[in-house]
């Protein structure tokens, strides 16, 4: 007899073996967001009192975050129900070097935050998150004061910065990014004089949202965000649900015809976070956010065709992968376009979207900055390679769940960086069976 894995178990296997048994069924709440976990902690570690934070995401990213603002000296203390006080300021410069495991987002924000600081910091982390430009945030904390040098001229991790003594600028970023826009409002708070980032596209807000609960001097007009220089004031801070987790969730249930039905409760209903919503009603799915509650629910319907264009990735950078699963199962030929961004995430998503695809059987062209995805496929069984990307992981699971056979998933251990336990939502949600792979 196999022995019984744990849920903690399946979060740690490298390989995950799925045997489908229909589309998501049932009501769930996911972890807290990512993105807004990553800036409660370095706003916490900056604020000049305390931050009560409940809900924050349990994922490897930000634990990896909260490992490096202790390197500043902040404190970091673990609470009944999940919540965590941080201290700060930070004042000196970091004792040992800052690892950020596979965390983007936490290694550019953080680069801007270490810019402001008059010493030395250097900023690495894994396999994966060393092959991530980062000279998108380098170039203009460079412009600001900061010295920064890297692997391949401050391209790539590790970086070295030396900050302190910066000057705000006026900076427009080549593409839409929310982590560079990031960056330099976290450097900007350290700055002689305002910091002005324009957009090409306006991005998610999560930062100048946040800026302004902890105190600090942001505006908001159109595409400019501007910050003053300033110190920020520790709060009391309640982290939503994901929305990015939850559009696996919203798919789940869409990939078969009938019977899927999932309600995702108290997710984040702030600016450019639910776009992947929208998209799905263009495909025609029976979907509905209510904003006032976060309440997400969805049902089975027959999808079609869309296309996405520049203009529609900012607001979905996350969920690509999972929405061209969907237009996988959808009636006609879905575009997708303007997504060049995703050739630098976790992993090049552009093409670990596409294989994903085709090893389920799903007739996909890849582009230089995006895919065209021929709908109405009938998913099959199949093998996928993570790249150690959880978002694809993740694709795969809710697709092999909805298939008949059994798919092995190489790489699952990458989900653990941002939803532990997703395997046993799987699990539950769809009657699916998952152990390890062999």
Known sequence: MTPAVSDSDLDAVSSLQVTGAGPARGSLRVPGDKSISHRAVLMAAMAHSPTVITGLSRGQDVTHTLGAVQQFGVTVAYADEGRVRVEGPIRHEPVDVL???????????????CAGIDGVSVLTGDQFLRRRPMDRVAEPLRRMGAAVDGREHGRLAPLVIRGGGLTGITYSPRQASAQVKSALLLAGLSATGPTTVEEVHPTRRHTEEMLAQFGGRVRVDGNRVTVEPGELTGTDIAVPGDPSQAAFWAVGALLAPEQGEVV???????????DFVGVLRRMGAAIDFDLTTGTLVVRSSRLRAVDLTAEDIPGIVDE?????????VAEGTTVISGAGELRAKESDRIAST???????????????????????????PARVDSHGDHRIAMTAAVAAACVDGTTVIDGWDSVATSYPGFAADLVRLTGASAQPGA
């Open 264 to 274: 995702v409760e108290n997710l984040y209903p702030g600016f450019g976070r639910s």
């Open 99 to 113: 690892d950020h495991g596979n965390a983007g987002t936490g290694i550019r924000l953080m680069s801007g935050v």
């Open 354 to 380: 596409t294989r994903l695809l085709r090893a389920f059987g799903v007739q996909v062209t890849e582009t230089e900055d995006g895919m065209v995805i021929e709908g109405g496929a009938r998913l099959r």
């Open 320 to 328: 690509v992968p999972v929405l061209a699963m969907a237009a996988a």
